[in-house]
T-cell receptor, first 112, second 115 residues
Framework: QKEVEQDPGPLSVPEGAIVSLNCTYS??????FMWYRQYSRKGPELLMY????GNKEDGRFTAQVDKSSKYISLFIRDSQPSDSATYLC????????????FGSGTRLSIRP | GAVVSQHPSWVICKSGTSVKIECRSL??????MFWYRQFPKQSLMLMAT?????????EQGVEKDKFLINHASLTLSTLTVTSAHPEDSSFYIC???????????FGQGTRLTVV
């Protein structure tokens, strides 16, 4: 069993839709949860970072962490074609700057 | 924001040759450098972690004699793929941890193709 599971997609939605991306994990010791966006042939960029359980909102993006279920989500509201990318969840035991384990990534396409 | 410059962005080499990839932190000191490999449509897999001035710690299954990592200064780390073979073709990305903060930043990645 992988430490972090993520549906690879691809996921295609119309512009303006709400997108829900999810990951599950097996190690209950993970404390830091991150979402990265990666465009083709580029390095990942950090979108959201959450410590422990709860919600965090930043503009059109909302990250949710449910440690009891070992489940994290990223919601994108009012999706735009420019949001088309691969989204990777990532987790760490100690901090967002230490060793992190990535999910396999979900390829998202927003149709104009 | 902090910048990690990774070079080259892409390289094609012949089988059996060695390739060096550089990562430089341009405006901060990188105490720790993480090196990842990403195969097409797959996630980033951590290869090794290096601290400035120390030997790198390799993840299970990664050959330390094949993937040589040097982190001799706080602003430069290199990954050398020795005796490259077609199966080493991949996207290699570095991630540098800022000494002065709790953040880490990715380089732009290097696409290696071995023919």
């Amino acid at each position: 069993q992988k430490e972090v599971e993520q549906d690879p997609g691809p996921l295609s939605v119309p512009e303006g839709a709400i997108v829900s991306l999810n990951c599950t994990y097996s190690n209950s010791a993970f404390q830091y949860f991150m979402w990265y966006r990666q465009y083709s042939r580029k390095g990942p960029e950090l979108l959201m970072y959450t410590y422990s359980s709860g919600n965090k909102e930043d503009g059109r993006f909302t990250a949710q962490v449910d440690k009891s279920s070992k489940y994290i989500s990223l919601f994108i509201r009012d999706s735009q074609p420019s949001d088309s990318a691969t989204y990777l969840c990532a987790m760490s035991l100690y901090s967002s700057a230490s060793k992190i384990i990535f999910g396999s990534g979900t390829r998202l396409s927003i149709r104009p | 924001g902090a910048v990690v410059s990774q070079h080259p962005s892409w390289v094609i080499c012949k089988s059996g040759t060695s390739v060096k990839i550089e990562c430089r932190s341009l405006d901060f000191q990188a105490t720790t450098m993480f090196w990842y490999r990403q195969f097409p449509k797959q996630s980033l897999m951590l290869m090794a972690t290096s601290n400035e001035g120390s030997k790198a710690t390799y993840e299970q299954g990664v050959e330390k004699d094949k993937f040589l990592i040097n982190h001799a200064s706080l602003t430069l780390s290199t990954l050398t793929v020795t005796s490259a073979h077609p199966e080493d073709s991949s996207f290699y990305i570095c991630r540098a941890r800022d000494r002065g903060s709790t953040e880490a930043f990715f380089g732009q990645g290097t696409r290696l193709t071995v023919v």
